[in-house]
């Protein structure tokens, strides 16, 4: 008998029907958040789930006694939606959709580094509300990139492909702090020993580090007040790594020049000291949001799905 699979968001097609192929599956066709009891229920009900960024995995649901599920498929490379240490105690397997995503996730942080830099959110509105009185040569002033330095926190796949694009293609200069030794790599890129060091010579700084755990808060007041007052931050990477408070007080205060957030700290809550603010250019976590690059996930989500339930090796495991 095929394994029974819930699905708990709309997923592209092709996704949905190579699932059906394989699985027994309810699919989620209105695409409707699933709220706790949804999940639990799904917990007792399902041999496996193609989760997401937006469902909560919490311990509770991994911990219940009369528990089915076996394997959580997470369609996204982040997994901190998903209480990883209650996973590993009660023996649930997780994957993720590393690699597929990389050049999606790092030509938005472009776009939100150009967005920042270039006023793109401040220009369009004063065009919408009508107040454009033509072109002056002083107006909407932004800061180029060629020769100015970009600060990659986290030197992963997706920083090392924002440094690759914003090296070859912008001419910047890239310095970067990673945990553990990284490189040798295709563009000049210098590390420094810490996210403070990076933060201080960066006239943009972009963070690829995971979400979660210790990484909380990370770049908080003391961090952002490394930053030169006309220098920019970009998070493409999880939003909970930014002290949010933090960060509305430095824009607000001109201690940094301006941010490109496409994700936040309780998504889909937006405070609504960023809302308010001109110099933030602010996104609804499309960082992955192509076509082919969530068909890709999907199907990256599939495999390991596929694999478990054949017993062959997980392509992507993360426990
Ligand atoms: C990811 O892959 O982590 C994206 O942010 C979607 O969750």
């Keep these: 008998m095929p394994a029974r699979i819930i699905v708990t968001r709309k997923l592209p097609e092709p996704v949905e029907a190579r699932l059906r192929e394989h699985f027994t599956v309810a699919l989620n066709h209105d695409d409707t958040p699933f709220g706790p009891g949804r999940l639990a229920s799904g917990f007792r009900a ?21 528990r089915r599920l076996a394997i959580l498929a997470n369609f996204g490379v982040g997994v901190n939606n998903i209480d990883l240490e209650a996973a590993r105690a009660a023996g649930v397997v997780v994957t993720n959709t590393p690699g597929v995503l990389t050049d999606a996730t790092a030509d938005l942080a472009m776009a939100l580094i150009l967005a920042a830099t270039r006023r793109m959110t401040e220009s369009e509105a004063l065009l919408r509300q009508g107040g454009w009185d033509g072109f002056r040569p002083t107006a909407m002033l932004g800061m180029g990139l060629q020769g100015k330095r970009l600060g990659i926190i986290g030197m992963g796949r997706i920083g090392q492909a924002t440094a690759r694009r914003a090296a070859a293609g912008f001419g910047m200069e890239i310095v970067y702090f990673n945990r553990s030794p990284v490189g040798p790599f295709d563009f000049p890129a210098e590390p420094r020993p810490s996210i403070e060091a990076v933060m201080a010579e960066a006239d943009i700084v972009s963070l690829h580090i995971p979400g979660g755990g210790e990484n909380r808060g990370r770049i908080g007041a003391e961090a952002l007040a490394a930053m030169k007052p006309t220098a920019y931050l970009v998070n493409t990477a999880r939003g909970d790594l930014i002290d949010e408070p933090a960060l509305i007080a430095a824009l607000r205060e001109g ?6 957030l496409d994700v936040f700290a309780e998504e889909p809550k937006v405070p609504a000291g960023l809302i308010a603010l001109p110099n933030v250019t602010l996104l609804p976590h499309i960082g992955s949001a192509t076509l082919e690059t969530r068909t890709a996930m999907g199907m990256l989500a599939v495999d390991n799905l596929i694999a478990y339930f054949e017993g062959t090796p997980l392509p992507s495991q993360v426990l």
């Design 255 to 260: 201690r940094i020049a301006g941010a490109g």
């Design 46 to 66: 399902a041999d496996g789930m193609l989760c997401a960024v937006s469902d909560q995995i919490t311990a509770s649901l991994l911990a219940a006694p009369d």
